[in-house]
């Protein structure tokens, strides 16, 4: 399942705060041998210098 939204938020490459495209994705992470959490990935697109960053945060089901 992959989710794509628009927020306005301070890029760390150009400076600017700037539109950017976030693609959300729910990917498993293991934490620990044999324990999977459920992590959030998200990938924002900054839309004035085109950066990538990656972002994984904690998902609450
Ligand atoms: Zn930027």
């Given at each position: 399942m992959t989710t794509t939204k628009r927020e306005v938020c301070h890029c760390e490459k150009c400076g600017n705060e700037a539109e950017m495209t976030i693609t959300c994705q729910l990917i498993d992470v293991?934490?620990?041998?044999?324990v999977v959490k459920k992590k959030e990935k998200q990938t924002r697109v900054c839309t004035v210098c085109g950066n990538e960053a990656d972002m994984i945060i904690d998902f609450d089901e």
């Open positions: 293991e934490v620990q041998p044999n």
